[in-house]
């Protein structure tokens, strides 16, 4: 693990406010003076940019094995390229998406072992951990109406029972893994920055201090 930076993930369900809570977050810690990368999965890198768009284009019909392959792939490269050397430089790296989405999108939405799942997880992360996941839960039947007036890409095509098993993945994920704060997304934008970033305070003292 490296010693410098400090690693946030936000992690949930599609459609469930995480890209905004977290561009929220590194706006907020860049106000303050802090060095920040933001940085998302599927992506990072070209190279994982490029499985990303593989994975979300609807015209490809993937089998769970070869999309989870493709996602540890792109982990692989973006955790080397981007991740580490982030962190080693004192960074506070704040991810949307890492390895916790694929045990509830591959694991528990699509069936594949979570043995599996978390063994090609450790090896393309290296064992890389986040110092504090937030999880931002919201119920799988707020997805349609988030989704109103937007075209979805292939994950977001799946039904209403895979979305269901992606969050009550994610809700048991979060009662056996350490280090994760589960926000209810149901709120106002402001509000569930404010408790995200009351929990951030007690993990960051001062820019490049835990």
Do not use: W
Not at 86 to 94: F, H, M, N, Q
Request: glycine content about 8%; some cysteine; overall charge positive.
């Amino acid at each position: 693990m490296p010693k410098k930076g400090i690693f946030i993930v936000f992690e949930g369900p599609d459609k469930s406010g995480k890209s905004t809570q977290a561009k929220i977050l590194a706006r907020e810690l860049e106000k303050r003076g802090c060095s920040v990368l933001h940085t998302r999965e599927p992506g990072g890198t070209p190279f994982a940019e490029d499985i990303r768009r593989i994975l979300l284009d609807t015209s490809y019909d993937l089998t769970p094995l070869s999309e989870l392959f493709l996602y540890e792939a792109a982990r692989a490269q973006h955790t080397q390229e981007t991740l580490l050397p982030a962190l080693e430089s004192g960074k506070i790296v704040i991810s949307e998406r890492y390895v916790l989405a694929s045990l509830a999108y591959q694991g528990y939405g699509r069936g594949l072992s979570l043995k599996l799942v978390r063994s090609l997880n450790a090896a393309a992360s290296g064992g890389l951990k986040p110092h504090l996941t937030v999880l931002i839960d919201v119920p799988a039947d707020s997805f349609s109406e988030r989704m109103k007036g937007v075209s979805p890409d292939r994950l977001e095509k799946e039904g209403s029972a895979f979305r269901r098993r992606v969050r009550e993945g994610y809700r048991k994920i979060s009662k056996t893994e350490r280090n994760i704060f589960v926000v209810d997304g149901r709120g106002q934008i402001e509000e569930i920055h404010k408790k995200i970033i009351s929990r951030i305070e007690k993990l960051i003292r001062s820019c490049g201090q835990k």
